[in-house]
């Protein structure tokens, strides 16, 4: 904010290209302010050219009257006639809050700590010199070239909205560029005051107490790792001994402000346990057992242990999982600060937007010092997750509120341009006008005649995700799950389904008028990197198995058209993990979370059941002379192994070849003489049925298979290249299990031991409900692996993850001789 000041004129710290003002410090100040004053200097610097000198007041004194008309910008110190006004003004801010403070021929920047301070000189840069951080890293900065830098005779007095604020940006295999993330942080304003990290297997590590305190761990047992396990709440030794140890840590550590008492990841409470004494048997509203009395008791405790000696400190944990609802009957210390974890993204959603803040109510009544944990997640999303004005309105609802700290898991994608950027400014002030920043931004970073074709296709990509996705079975199926995540399901990519080939289309017409309106050199390489991530997120939608409406091919022209379809996925889906395989090499592209980590839904062929079928149908009608056969005889000269082989596995579906595993379609009874075998797991069962059938008459039913289900062939094929098929089928409902299907073959030796094994992708049924849907696999049967003769091959389907009514029923599972 910015008041009136009695001072008339502006003060002119560059005229015309020559300095005219000297930067001020205190001889024996801290680090950070100094370092806030050596970038005002350089920033000043590249700006206009002119060099603005660094010096005491001691040094000014003695230079001489050469320097008596200079402006004064004193930087963390307070000119001796304006002590009074100056600390007043800064009386009443936080740690991050700073004055910019004007008089006669002078100016002030100064915090009520090294942090405001240095906040303020960004402020000043920012709105006198007009430098911008974009991105991470010199070439994410924007400074424009000027020749007069002129202060407004203005004080201006401000602070954040939030008393803490922090983005994880993780820069995955980029630990070399962690400094670049950080620096740009810090030019943004981030400071993280109180940090809720998982952080009790620090606290309680079993190699210090594994032996002399075994107690202290679920059913005494001594954990290995950091994860799925938490010490016992209800020994009041736990207590004592963290009481200890944080008030050792203060000790050694004076300046920090705060010390994390979250919970580890993935749960293992003793508590948990039905025979425990303290046994809860009571669900939260996720849908996990109700842990929050118990945890928050403890967290009291050890709280207020250490506030007698430590009384300034602070303490996060982490509102998650089994201990995610406000305790009831407890009412939190001031100093202990939740943060609730939650992917806000999904109130986009009238009822997720509803329950998210009735929770936030019940909790602001356990805990007057409650935080905001996000995930902004731009990596491992297949597209870019955009949405600055839904974020605007959480933030300000969050201030409103009276959420005092926020934290997100921001895994950078560069490729959603300005989203953390934006994110920073609205985390500073939630009132800020978005669609000026968003547009200031746009300009800074491409150009003012780029712009506006970089704005719609942001602007479109929002509305898919704040208006398409919540309508999404991806986005229902994750909000009716129980128990719940507490971020959406980025390891499963069935969004996808909801894009369209005119999405893609319109985005690169947007991107390419806005590359050819670039016009510098800094302008160039930004709009590149944007480029550059939608050629990622292109690969990814084109080679996703989306579930395409295709009408029956009529013509050869169409058929090619499909074919070359069909041969472009299967690339594209191998060019993308190249592609963020080489984004590793740069800090704007790589992604913290690549592809191959999660694997469930993340990775896949590039084979599509819809293209499959259609082609299928019309190379079996158009004969051997065929322009479509013509045309895969000419692929099978010249492309690569595993294209030839998927489109090996089109003609020997469209011929109709002989499956060599016994009863494809299951049509007499399958029992062990037939060398099947079914392996329900869990409760499910897996039975031959005749009440759904693709071909014939029967199909195999496999029924509530919650855990992972099976069915199994052994058979001996030759040497050889093959593929393999099977079709499932659901039916349509309203909300779907994660259920899900993939494929094995084993190699086996003469003792039917395993050699080795491959697996398909594994598809997500409710992709496709209400059609039956192709699962494949293509590759070679060799004659030996490492020496042992391969005697035979065991191919499996597996299920897991349905719920216990749910049906798969699965039929037409084909081994294909592909030579």
């Not at 409103?400 to 926020?406: F, P």
């Not at 978005?434 to 509305?463: F, I, M, N, S």
């Not at 074919?563 to 060019?575: F, G, I, N, Q, T």
């Not at 409900?769 to 191919?795: F, K, L, Q």
């Amino acid at each position: 904010m910015t008041e009136a000041s009695s001072v008339a004129a502006c003060l002119d710290i560059v005229r015309d290209g020559q300095a005219r003002a000297v930067v001020l410090i205190d001889y024996e100040t801290d680090e950070r302010t100094r370092d806030a004053a050596c970038k005002l200097v350089h920033y000043v610097r590249t700006a206009t050219g002119s060099e603005i000198p660094l010096m005491t007041e001691k040094q000014l004194a003695a230079a001489g009257e050469g320097w008596s008309d200079a402006v004064r910008l004193y930087v963390g110190i307070v000119p001796a006639d304006q002590e009074r006004p100056i600390r007043d003004a800064i009386a009443e801010l936080n740690v991050d809050g700073f004055v910019i403070y004007p008089g006669d021929n002078r100016l002030t920047i100064i915090g009520p700590t090294p942090w405001g301070t240095q906040f303020g000189v960004f402020e000043f840069l920012e709105r006198y010199v007009g430098v911008r951080w974009l991105l991470p890293g010199q070439d994410g900065e924007d400074v424009p070239a000027v020749s007069t830098i002129r202060a407004a005779p203005e004080i201006v007095r401000d602070q954040p909205a939030f008393l803490s604020q922090r983005f994880y940006i993780r820069p995955g295999n980029g630990i070399l560029f962690w400094d670049w993330y950080n620096d740009w942080a810090l030019h943004n304003r981030m400071h993280e005051k109180v940090n809720p990290a998982h952080n009790l297997f620090q606290l309680f590590p079993p190699e210090k107490y594994g032996k002399s305190h075994p107690e202290f761990y679920p059913k005494g047992r001594v954990p290995e790792g950091r994860i799925m396990w938490q010490p016992s709440f209800t020994n009041p030794d736990t207590v004592t001994e963290a009481i200890e140890t944080i008030c050792r840590y203060f000790d050694s550590h004076p300046d920090e402000t705060a010390y994390s008492l979250a919970v580890n990841d993935s749960g293992g409470y003793c508590e948990e346990d039905p025979d425990h004494p303290r046994y809860p048997n009571r669900l939260n509203s996720v849908g996990s057992q109700n842990m929050s009395n118990l945890y928050y008791t403890w967290v009291n405790q050890v709280a207020e242990g250490v506030l007698k000696r430590h009384p300034d400190k602070y303490f996060g944990v982490l509102a998650y999982a089994q201990v995610y609802d406000p305790p009831t009957g407890v009412k939190l210390h001031p100093h202990v600060v939740p943060f609730i974890t939650d992917d806000r993204l999904s109130w986009a959603d009238p009822n997720a937007e509803t329950d998210g803040k009735a929770l936030t109510e019940k909790w602001l009544k356990a805990a007057p010092g409650l935080g905001f944990y996000e995930y902004l997640y731009g990596s491992p999303y297949a597209v870019p997750r955009i949405y600055p004005h839904h974020m605007a309105k959480v933030y300000r609802y969050a201030r409103d509120a009276g959420v005092r700290s926020q934290i997100a898991e921001a895994y950078a994608n560069y490729g959603e341009g300005p989203k953390l950027w934006l994110a920073a400014k609205l985390l500073w002030n939630p009132d800020a006008d978005v669609d000026a920043l968003l547009q200031e931004w746009y300009e800074r970073a491409v150009g003012p005649e780029a712009a506006p074709y970089l704005a719609a296709y942001y602007d479109h990509w929002e509305r898919f995700w704040t208006e398409r996705v919540p309508e999404t079975t991806w986005f229902r199926n994750w909000y009716a799950m129980k128990p719940h995540s507490n971020y959406m399901h980025l390891h499963i990519t069935s969004y996808l389904q909801a894009v369209t080939d005119e999405d893609m289309e319109k985005s690169r017409e947007w991107l390419e008028q806005m590359t050819a309106r670039t016009q510098t050199a800094a302008q160039r390489k930004r709009s590149r990197m944007i480029m550059k991530q939608f050629e990622y997120y292109e690969a990814c939608v084109f080679s996703y198995p989306r579930n395409l409406n295709i009408r029956p091919i009529a013509q050869s022209t169409d058929g090619l058209a499909w074919l070359d379809k069909y041969v472009r996925s299967l690339k594209l889906a191998d060019e993308r993990l190249v592609m963020v395989k080489d984004f590793n090499l740069d800090p704007w592209l790589i992604h913290g979370y690549s592809p191959d980590i999660f694997r469930f839904d993340t990775m896949w062929s590039g084979f599509n059941d819809r293209m499959m079928q259609a082609l299928t149908a019309w190379i079996a009608a158009e004969g051997e002379s065929g322009a479509v056969r013509k045309r895969i005889r000419q692929l099978l000269e010249s492309e690569s192994s595993k294209v030839r082989r998927y489109v090996k596995l089109l003609l020997a579906a469209a011929d109709r070849r002989e499956s060599l595993n016994a009863d494809s379609s299951f049509e007499s009874e399958v029992g062990e003489s037939a060398s099947y075998r079914f392996e329900p797991g869990g409760e499910g069962t897996i039975r031959r049925t005749d009440r759904v059938a693709r071909t014939g008459s029967h199909s195999i039913l496999m029924k509530g298979i919650t855990r992972q289900g099976s069915i199994s062939h052994t058979f001996s094929p030759a040497p050889g290249s093959y593929g393999m098929t099977a079709k499932v089928f659901t039916a349509e409902n309203t909300i779907k299990s994660r259920g899900n299907v993939y494929m094995t073959v084993e190699f086996l030796d003469g003792e039917a031991r395993s050699l080795s094994q491959v697996q398909t992708d594994r598809r997500l049924v409710d992709d496709a409900s209400g059609s039956w849907t192709t699962v494949a696999w293509v590759g070679d049967v060799p004659e030996e692996i490492e020496g042992s003769r391969v005697a035979g091959v065991r191919i499996a389907l597996f299920a897991s993850l349905f719920f216990k009514e749910e049906e798969l029923f699965v039929d037409d599972w084909s081994f294909l001789r592909l030579d």
